[in-house]
């Protein structure tokens, strides 16, 4: 049995929280949204460089532009199109040392196209194949779109993260087909590197603060089902700020996701990031490796963004995760 554990140390960057969704789980989302200046992203890309992170991870809402006053949002940083704003934010990051992996919902292929070549890898969670209550006034929630768009970055030899969310109102038996369709989507395309099987967690002030969250018996038999059906070449992972690490790593888990010593997990920012001692010492008996955004396998066949090829060829040591060397 493999007996190391993988993790990124990155820096998140909040791009924006306006976004065209309405998940009843949803935290980040803001009516009055807003988006991140140069210079407060400046900030926080310095930051992450001066503390060794190797990952820049952009988050962001879906289509924030389909919603009214976005447009003046982007006035403000000076850019009318997002995505000329993300690539210029991709460059900044890429002074700095630091690999994008840009994780901006449901995109076109075209716009997937135009993002790739920036990005160390990318991501879009699956999160459910099941017609669920929480997602009723999500459009960019429809499985359909998401199986889609994730075939598209396979067309496009895009690295790619996707997942399961886990106690949203789907079924066991749900559960198992979202695995099932990652499953055929990477047979197909061979580009599906990580799947994060991410627990349910309540927020305070939405429609679904009341919930309990998935029982730690429910994600451990989750990530059991997950290293079951997932090829043996995709990692499972799971965050260990929203779970006890132990009990998953025991179940098959894998890779502990993007762990930042300089920023809040904006998704769940109650939720702290342990630090790789804590995480060390829960996890006696593992050795905690430290990786690159984008896993040794796709460094190998070159398919992550090729304005990342000279970084990553700095960053990477002989076997594909990140050199033991660096400061
Ligand atoms: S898509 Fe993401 S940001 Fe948008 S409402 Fe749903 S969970 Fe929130």
């Known amino acids: 049995m493999r007996k190391f554990l993988t993790y990124s140390r990155?820096?998140?960057?909040?791009?924006t929280d306006v976004c065209r969704n309405r998940c009843l789980y949803c935290g980040?989302?803001?009516?009055?949204?807003?988006?991140?200046?140069?210079k407060e992203a400046t900030e926080l890309l310095d930051k992450g460089a001066s503390s060794g992170c190797t990952e820049a991870l952009f988050s962001l809402g879906e289509a924030p532009w389909l919603v009214s006053g976005f447009g003046d949002l982007l006035k403000r940083v000076g850019r009318?199109?997002?995505?000329?704003?993300?690539i210029e934010l991709f460059e900044l990051a890429l002074e700095r040392d630091l690999l994008p992996h840009t994780n901006a919902g449901l995109l076109s292929k075209?716009?997937?196209?135009?993002?790739?070549?920036?990005?160390?890898?990318?991501?879009?969670?699956?999160?459910?194949?099941?017609?669920?209550?929480?997602?009723?006034s999500s459009p960019g929630k429809r499985p359909d779109l998401r199986v889609k768009a994730i075939a598209a970055a396979g067309e496009l030899m895009i690295p790619f993260t996707t997942g399961?969310?886990?106690?949203?109102?789907?079924?066991?038996?749900?559960?198992?087909?979202?695995?099932?369709?990652?499953?055929e989507l990477h047979e197909t395309f061979g580009h599906i590197q990580e799947v994060i099987v991410q627990p349910f967690d309540?927020?305070?002030k939405t429609a679904m603060s009341?919930?309990?969250?998935?029982?730690?018996?429910?994600?451990?038999?989750?990530?059991?089902?997950?290293?079951?059906i997932l090829p043996k070449s995709v990692a499972v992972?799971?965050?260990?700020?929203?779970?006890?690490?132990?009990?998953?790593?025991?179940?098959?888990?894998?890779?502990?996701?993007g762990i930042s010593p300089v920023t809040l997990d904006w998704i769940n920012p109650e939720r702290r990031w342990p630090t790789p001692e804590e995480l060390e010492s829960r996890l006696a008996g593992w050795e905690l490796k430290e990786r690159l955004a984008v896993y040794p396998r796709y460094i190998d066949l070159g398919w992550h963004g090729k304005m990342t090829w000279s970084l990553v060829k700095k960053l990477a040591g002989p076997d594909g995760l990140r050199r033991r060397d660096l400061p």
Do not use: C
């Open 10 to 15: 990155n820096v998140f960057i909040p791009v």
């Open 28 to 38: 980040f989302r803001r009516d009055e949204g807003k988006i991140i200046s140069r």
């Open 80 to 86: 009318d199109d997002l995505l000329d704003y993300l």
């Open 110 to 136: 075209e716009d997937m196209k135009r993002l790739a070549p920036y990005n160390a890898s990318m991501g879009l969670m699956l999160e459910t194949t099941a017609d669920v209550e929480a997602h009723r």
């Open 164 to 183: 399961i969310l886990v106690g949203i109102g789907e079924t066991k038996v749900d559960r198992a087909r979202s695995l099932q369709a990652i499953k």
């Open 202 to 204: 309540p927020k305070p």
């Open 210 to 228: 009341h919930l309990a969250p998935p029982s730690p018996e429910v994600i451990a038999e989750t990530v059991r089902m997950a290293r079951s």
């Open 237 to 257: 992972q799971v965050p260990p700020n929203l779970a006890d690490p132990l009990p998953l790593v025991e179940a098959g888990a894998e890779d502990l996701g």
